[in-house]
């Protein structure tokens, strides 16, 4: 499938109603951008899942698990910002 979208003047573009609902994005969710290239890839993250993974491997709480997810969005904000 491809769908064209334009770019608004802060950089957003709106994911098609037919995209978000065939993916189950819901507003509120948190996609991860991967670059390829000159490609971008968009993936959905199951934050709940994330955070189980990471907190059977370093014993952490689920909320000292949820502050780091918020920290390295922070992180991948930033490196966004200055491409």
Do not use: F
Request: hydrophobic share 35%.
């Amino acid at each position: 499938m491809s769908i064209t979208v334009r770019v608004g003047k802060r950089g957003t573009i709106v994911i098609p109603k037919k995209v978000r609902e065939k993916l189950g994005i819901k507003d509120g969710d948190i996609l991860t951008l991967h670059m390829e290239g000159n490609r971008i890839i968009i993936e959905t993250m199951d934050l709940w899942n994330e955070l189980r993974k990471r907190g059977r491997c370093l014993k952490m709480s689920a909320e000292e698990l949820e502050r780091e997810l918020d920290e390295e969005d922070v992180v991948w904000t930033r490196k966004l910002e200055k491409l």
